[in-house]
Each structure stands twice: as structure tokens, then as C-alpha cells.
């Protein structure tokens, strides 16, 4: 079975400028987790979505959303970009909302100039 | 707010040895336990959880848990230098491996296996 994938592997975007990232989780899961990694530090949790709906989120500004699609999917959008939003974007699997293991995608390298 | 403390390292030890990887955290309503590997420029995988006090091996690896004193570790026996990597341990809470807080992560410990 194929595991977690995301798009697109590296971006550069420019300050100011709003951005997608795309997740597809392992076939079965239901449950979609964000994840940004600054180099050096360990993932820091952005949004848990399940079924849909958004079931938990971290600190992380407003201008950081996003959603779920019928089909399990998920799109990560951050707008009006930072230098300091550059970092590795993660995208984690699970089957569902109270399941314990958590199976990370390659992830999305996110520069911003 | 949840904490997580591990020693980012490096810690070095040579191949054929025994790697001790530590991780304290705050959280004591933390019921599971996790560690991922990351290889440099990668994403982290998960290699090991624990539920429960004690120890849990799963080949080479060994996942040690002590919720009193907050406290878990792994071991891997037999270090080859492919566990050169980034290691890093996260807790959960009872009902979902991360749910609506997410799993908190440590830095990570770089560990390298010197041939």
C-alpha cells in the first residue's frame, strides 16, 4: 500500500505571497495531522483534521488553515508568507481521530525569499 | 504547556554498542509513548510506542516507560551506522496518539553510530 504523499516537495515563494500544500493519507485513515519542522526542532503540531472537520489546532496564526476533503485528503493553505515560515511542512496519517500511531508523509520543503 | 526535554547530542557511540536514548516530559496525563527516527532531510518515521510501564522490545529496539517519574527511553542493541539519524520521542494522551492537541515533540537526539 502506498503510504502518506504530499505536493509538492520543495517550493519557493515570496514574502507576502499565499500558499497550498497537498496531503493524501494512507489508504483507510481517516485522519489528517499538520505538522511544521524549523531546522533544529522537533515537528510542532498546526491542525488535526477528521472526518472533515477540524478537531484540534496549535499556535499558530490564523493566516494558517486549512481543510479535508470527502475523499480523506488535505490542503494545508498559509497565507501572506514570512520569512519565518520557512521550514519543512509534514503531513501525518491516522486511522482515525482517537488512534494512536501517527505515519508521516516525505513532507513539503517551504522556502520563503 | 506541554514539555518535552531530550539531549539534542551528538551522542556518540561505536558500532556494536548499545545506543541510550532519553526523554523526559510534563504532561502527566501522557499515556502513550513514541519514538520517531529522522534521517537528515527527511521525514520522521515511527519506529516504536508504549502504552504501558515497563519495557516493550521490538528487534534491535527496546522502549522503556516510567510514568511516575515521567521518564521514557529507548535502546537499540547491536548499533549499526545506519542508526545514524535524529531521534526523537513524543507523548500522547490517553485517548488519541495525538488528536486535538497533536503529539509534542523533543528536539531530538542526533545520535551517531561510529564504525
Known amino acids: 500500500d502506498a503510504g502518506v504523499t504530499q505536493s509538492p516537495t520543495h517550493l519557493i515563494k515570496t514574502r507576502g505571497q499565499q500558499v497550498t500544500l497537498r496531503c493524501s493519507p494512507i489508504?483507510?485513515?481517516?485522519?489528517v495531522s499538520w505538522y511544521q519542522q524549523v531546522l533544529g526542532q522537533g515537528p510542532q503540531f498546526i491542525f488535526q483534521?477528521?472526518?472533515?472537520?477540524?478537531?484540534g489546532r496549535g499556535n499558530f496564526p490564523d493566516r494558517f488553515s486549512a481543510r479535508q476533503f470527502p475523499n480523506y485528503s488535505s490542503e494545508l493553505n498559509v497565507n501572506a508568507l514570512l520569512l519565518g515560515d520557512s521550514a519543512l511542512y509534514l503531513c501525518?496519517?491516522?486511522?482515525?481521530?482517537?488512534?494512536?500511531?501517527?505515519?508521516f508523509g516525505p513532507g513539503t520543503r517551504l522556502t520563503v525569499t | 504547556q506541554k514539555e518535552v526535554e531530550q539531549n539534542s547530542g551528538p551522542l556518540s557511540v561505536p558500532e556494536g554498542a548499545i545506543a541510550s536514548l532519553n526523554c523526559t516530559y510534563s504532561?502527566?496525563?501522557?499515556?502513550?509513548f513514541f519514538w520517531y527516527r529522522q534521517y537528515s532531510g527527511k521525514s520522521p518515521e515511527l519506529i516504536m510506542f508504549?502504552?504501558?510501564?515497563g519495557d516493550k522490545e521490538d528487534g534491535r529496539f527496546t522502549a522503556q516507560l516510567n510514568k511516575a517519574s515521567q521518564y521514557v527511553s529507548l535502546l537499540i542493541r547491536d548499533s549499526q551506522p545506519s542508526d545514524s539519524a535524529t531521534y526523537l520521542c513524543?507523548?500522547?494522551?490517553?485517548?488519541?496518539?495525538?488528536?486535538?492537541?497533536?503529539?509534542?515533540f523533543g528536539k531530538g537526539t542526533h545520535l551517531i553510530i561510529q564504525p
Open positions: 501525518a496519517s491516522s486511522l482515525g481521530a482517537a488512534s494512536y500511531e501517527q505515519y
Open positions: 489508504s483507510g485513515h481517516k485522519s
Open positions: 483534521y477528521y472526518e472533515k472537520e477540524e478537531r
Open positions: 504532561d502527566r496525563g501522557s499515556q502513550s
Open positions: 508504549i502504552y504501558s510501564n
Open positions: 513524543a507523548p500522547g494522551d490517553m485517548y488519541s496518539g495525538g488528536g486535538a492537541d497533536g503529539l509534542t
